[in-house]
């Protein structure tokens, strides 16, 4: 069976930006290099699709490399069936991966275009277990609470507390960026009861998360 261009593009990018960086879960590498990422950017970006960088989407927002959506979905440990919630649906990609772990994924975007353009790209590509709403995600979704797993995709100064309670609390794990604006750290949290433990994993930089819960928008945001 002879692949079409995208298809060993996407292969590539598995190969060469994944692997050799340590990424080695397999349903996340089969994830990554089945979902198609070409149809989440701009068709301006297109191109550019499979490149190791952020690209922008618009209205200040990007999609992360494909490096960072590798290592926060490894860093999640997704199981089939699980119930996530997303933090910043953005282009709908990384909510695109996580359903194709075959999670139940709950996203919320706080632009309602991009909370639109996103649902309308995953339905064309026929993700049913996804279901995505416009607001302020610093406050998560706690009528859907609570979730195995939540992944913030924006930076928070810190990790806003609606998202810790709604965390499930016999093991529930979160992934974020928190820090300052213009640098933060990866950490992973994991609930146990009434306790919460942290992990970091490394540095990286996200846009703003915007919320009551989170940073005040700023100018143009």
Not at 34 to 60: N, S, T
Not at 93 to 101: F, G, I, N, S, W
Not at 172 to 192: C, I, K, N, S, T
Not at 198 to 221: D, H, I, K, N, Y
């Amino acid at each position: 069976m002879v692949r079409d261009d995208w298809s060993a593009r996407r292969a590539g990018m598995v190969s060469e930006q994944l692997r050799r960086r340590g990424i080695d879960d397999p349903k996340v590498l089969a994830a990554l290099e089945r979902v198609p990422r070409e149809r989440f950017v701009p068709p301006v970006q297109k191109r550019y699709a499979c490149d190791d960088r952020a690209l922008g989407i618009g209205h200040g927002q990007t999609i992360s490399q494909p490096y960072m959506v590798a290592v926060m979905t490894q860093a999640l440990g997704v199981e089939p069936g699980a119930k996530v919630l997303e933090i910043g649906t953005g282009s709908g990609y990384q909510t695109a991966v996580l359903a194709a772990l075959d999670a139940q994924v709950f996203s919320v975007e706080r632009v309602p275009v991009l909370a639109d353009r996103a649902r309308r790209t995953l339905e064309e590509l026929g993700a049913k277990n996804v279901t995505i709403r416009a607001g302020d995600g610093s406050l998560g979704w706690p009528e859907q609470a609570p979730f195995e797993r939540i992944l913030v995709t924006a930076g928070a100064p810190s990790v806003p507390r609606p998202l810790l309670e709604q965390l499930a609390p016999d093991g529930g794990r979160l992934v974020a960026p928190v820090g300052p604006r213009d640098m933060q750290e990866l950490v992973v949290v994991e609930r146990r009861g009434t306790e919460w433990t942290t992990e970091t994993l490394l540095e990286c930089r996200f846009v703003p998360l915007v919320g009551s819960e989170a940073w005040e928008p700023e100018a143009g945001e």
